[in-house]
């Protein structure tokens, strides 16, 4: 595999929502990861604020976190450094689990 395909195996499509009354990651729609972040779209506090969360909900460094496109859009592609797309598909979804469990008690 060469290294343009190993970048593209860590990419992943995010659809963001500023402005929520709380951070969180919603599920999927549209193949894109839905996050909700309680900054505004100003001066890339949301973005910060993406990464945030992001970096919390797969357990590694904020700067392993880039936005690839998107930086001043609601449609972002990002990609984490040392990570498959299925360790990241499979993290984000215990993420997801932990918060309807925490939701429904």
């Known amino acids: 595999m060469n290294e343009k395909n190993r970048q593209e195996d860590r990419r992943l499509e995010v659809r963001v929502t500023p402005n929520a009354g709380r951070n969180e990651i919603t ?20 973005n910060q604020e993406l990464v945030d969360l992001l ?30 797309r299925e360790e990241l598909i499979a993290r984000i979804q215990d993420t997801i689990s932990r918060q309807k469990s925490i939701a429904g008690r």
């Open 27 to 46: 599920g999927w729609k549209d193949g894109a990861l839905q996050v909700k972040v309680a900054a505004p779209p100003e001066k890339g506090k949301a």
């Open 55 to 84: 970096s919390r909900a797969l357990k590694v460094r904020k700067s392993a976190i880039s936005i690839i496109t998107g930086l001043t859009g609601r449609k972002k592609t990002i990609a984490v450094e040392a990570m498959s």
